[in-house]
Nanobody, 128 residues
Framework: QVQLVESGGGLVQAGGSLRLSCAAS????????MGWFRQAPGKERAFVAA????????WYADSVKGRFTISRDNANNTLYLQMNSLKPEDTAVYLC?????????????????????WGQGTQVTVSS
């Protein structure tokens, strides 16, 4: 089994930056894509960003495009999320996820149901 562990969350003022990491317990050759999701109290889980492992194709939620950057480190089997120009509305628990299934549409890659493995999450709090 693959275990995902997030780190890098914390408290930051609006306009600041954070870099989240998600490390896999061991390399999986069947991973097709990995992504970041977030969930704030009382709100549904929302897609943030995803990266396709094979060709590094990326997808971003409109709310974070231009501010967040998703990247990977194949040697360490690690996923990253660089978050700049943070806003209070970015406050949430951030979760990393991996999927082994292919997707055909943007809606599919942004949907939680398609991901097979999930981390426990790391808290990001942005103060005004």
């Amino acid at each position: 089994q693959v275990q995902l562990v997030e780190s890098g969350g914390g408290l930051v003022q609006a306009g600041g930056s954070l870099r989240l990491s998600c490390a896999a317990s061991r390399r999986t050759f069947s991973t097709y894509a990995m992504g970041w999701f977030r969930q704030a109290p009382g709100k549904e889980r929302a897609f943030v960003a995803a990266i396709r492992w094979g060709d590094s194709g990326t997808w971003y939620a409109d709310s974070v495009k231009g501010r967040f950057t998703i990247s990977r480190d194949n040697a360490n089997n690690t996923l990253y999320l660089q978050m700049n120009s943070l806003k209070p509305e970015d406050t949430a628990v951030y979760l990393c996820a991996a999927r082994e299934t292919f997707f055909h549409t943007a809606a599919q890659v942004m949907g939680s149901a398609g991901y097979n493995y999930w981390g426990q999450g790391t808290q990001v709090t942005v103060s005004s």
